[in-house]
C-alpha cells in the first residue's frame, strides 16, 4: 500500500517556474514507477510525465519536453516535478501517482494522491 500527498502548487507567472513535490509512504515505494499527469476544467486527466523506480529512466509529454524535469529520491520517499517557462495552458490540477511501470495511461496506475492547482497567468 502506498499514500501519496502533493505539495507545492500556486499561483505564478508565465515564464516564471514552480517545483511541485509528492510525498509518499510504505515500504514498498521505491518498486513504483511514478508519474505525473494533470486534469484541466472540462479535460480528461493526462499525462505529463514519469519515472522508473530506480530514477535511470523518463518519459514526457510533447507539450513540456524540455520545460518541466521529474526526479525522485528513494531515500526520502520522495517524486518531484520541476515546471519551468510556465505557460498558461500548463494550468491545472496535478497529480501524482504509482504504478507497476511507466504508463501514460492513468488506469495502469494504482495509487493517486488528491492533486495540487497550479495557475498560470498570461
Known amino acids: 500500500q502506498v499514500q501519496l500527498v502533493e505539495s507545492g502548487g500556486g499561483l505564478v507567472q508565465a515564464g516564471g517556474s514552480l517545483r511541485l513535490s509528492c510525498a509518499a509512504s510504505?515500504?514498498?515505494?521505491?518498486?513504483?514507477?511514478m508519474g505525473w499527469f494533470r486534469q484541466a476544467p472540462g479535460k480528461e486527466r493526462e499525462f505529463v510525465a514519469s519515472i522508473s523506480w530506480s530514477g535511470a529512466a523518463t518519459n514526457y509529454v510533447g507539450s513540456v519536453e524540455g520545460r518541466f524535469t521529474i526526479s525522485r529520491d528513494n531515500a526520502k520517499k520522495m517524486v518531484y516535478l520541476q515546471m519551468n517557462s510556465l505557460k498558461s495552458e500548463d494550468t491545472a490540477i496535478y497529480y501524482c501517482?504509482?504504478?507497476?511501470?511507466?504508463?501514460?495511461?492513468?488506469?495502469?496506475?494504482?495509487?493517486w494522491g488528491q492533486g495540487t492547482q497550479v495557475s498560470v497567468s498570461s
Open positions: 510504505g515500504r514498498t515505494f521505491s518498486s513504483y514507477a
Open positions: 501517482a504509482a504504478g507497476p511501470g511507466m504508463a501514460t495511461m492513468p488506469n495502469k496506475y494504482d495509487y
